[in-house]
Nanobody, 121 residues
Framework: VQLQASGGGLVQAGGSLRLSCVAS????????MGWFRQAPGKEREFVAA????????YYADSVKGRFTISRDNAKNTVYLQMNSLKPEDTAVYYC???????????????WGQGTEVTVSS
């Protein structure tokens, strides 16, 4: 599975962005998908995850109520809608694929290249 993330950019605090991650292959719906982020000088952290069917979603407490993960299996794409963005959301965002839905990074088998999000105050 190859993953290509896009949609990052510069936005003011309070604004919104939608990230997309397109997967190659015909088995996309078999994978849970996750979004992670790594801020400058910090370790990569879990943001959100969604089951293969899209029926179950999980969020980090720091983004709950502001971010929404979704997927379109017909388009092999997972999205991260980010609203009410804060400067502390500034990071490189990565999508990843896993056999199970989880927040644990080392269970994810495939990773995209990352897309940078900068939130100005």
């Amino acid at each position: 599975v190859q993953l290509q993330a896009s949609g990052g950019g510069l936005v003011q605090a309070g604004g919104s962005l939608r990230l997309s991650c397109v997967a190659s292959g015909r088995t996309f719906s078999r994978y849970a998908m996750g979004w992670f982020r790594q801020a400058p000088g910090k370790e990569r952290e879990f943001v959100a995850a969604i089951s293969g069917s899209g029926g179950n979603t999980y969020y980090a407490d720091s983004v709950k109520g502001r971010f929404t993960i979704s997927r379109d299996n017909a388009k092999n794409t997972v999205y991260l809608q980010m609203n009410s963005l804060k400067p502390e959301d500034t990071a490189v965002y990565y999508c990843a694929a896993s056999p199970i839905v989880t927040s644990t990074q080392n269970i994810y088998d495939y990773w995209g290249q990352g897309t940078e999000v900068t939130v100005s105050s």
